[in-house]
T-cell receptor
Framework: GQSLEQPSEVTAVEGAIVQINCTYQ??????LSWYQQHDGGAPTFLSY????GLEETGRFSSFLSRSDSYGYLLLQELQMKDSASYFC????????????FGAGTRLAVHP | DSGVTQTPKHLITATGQRVTLRCSPR?????VYWYQQSLDQGLQFLIQ???????AKGNILERFSAQQFPDLHSELNLSSLELGDSALYFC???????????FGSGTQLSVL
């Protein structure tokens, strides 16, 4: 089976940088995804890493180390609107057919 | 707007009942996924269909079933409902071979 671990809560102030870590255990690993979910909303795709290294998309970056079964989401220049839950997810067991999500990290951004 | 449509948005029913949740994927997406999210919980994978065929199964209860129709819309059937089935049920779709899922706005199921 698969398991993912990420912190349950993170707090930061506007303008700061925050890193949300994710460690995973799975077989047949294909890649690590990140999704954002605001309260009452649907998850939205942020990024995907299939290879080791850093992927940058605007203020958000995502990193993967396959050898360490570890990844992180880096949010820079935090804004109040970034307050949300962030989920890491692994694609495993045959590819994209089964995207398994972590329990989520609730990020609170304060003024 | 993700392009994925779920109906109904809210559903209130009693224990022992049966309900059907409906999902229309984005135009052109052949894959449909169903997830369950309980209060303050992560997203639990239930089942995935690709072009009408079941492709992957998660921890879906035997009381739950799903199907994808020729027009690619999907339905999730929940029967013999229990209080613990109260949750937000999301449908998502993707193009073939893509890791990027587009989620609908969900169906909030309340079992009383």
């Amino acid at each position: 089976g698969q398991s993912l671990e990420q912190p349950s809560e993170v707090t930061a102030v506007e303008g700061a940088i925050v890193q949300i870590n994710c460690t995973y255990q799975t077989s047949g690993f294909y890649g690590l995804s990140w999704y954002q979910q605001h309260d009452g909303g649907a998850p939205t795709f942020l990024s995907y890493n299939a290879l080791d290294g850093l992927e940058e998309t605007g203020r958000f970056s995502s990193f993967l180390s396959r050898s360490d079964s570890y990844g992180y989401l880096l949010l820079q220049e935090l804004q109040m609107k970034d307050s949300a839950s962030y989920f890491c997810a692994v694609s495993a067991e045959g590819g994209y057919n089964k995207l398994i999500f972590g329990a989520g990290t609730r990020l609170a951004v304060h003024p | 707007d993700s392009g994925v449509t779920q109906t109904p948005k809210h559903l209130i029913t009693a224990t022992g009942q049966r309900v059907t949740l409906r999902c229309s994927p984005r135009s052109g997406d052949l894959s449909v996924y169903w997830y369950q999210q309980s209060l303050d919980q992560g997203l639990q994978f239930l089942i995935q269909y690709y072009n009408g065929e079941e492709r992957a199964k998660g921890n879906i209860l035997e009381r739950f079933s799903a199907q994808q129709f020729p027009d690619l819309h999907s339905e999730l059937n929940l029967s013999s409902l229990e209080l613990g089935d109260s949750a937000l049920y999301f449908c998502a779709s993707s193009v073939a071979g893509s890791e990027k899922l587009f989620f609908g706005s969900g169906t909030q199921l309340s079992v009383l």
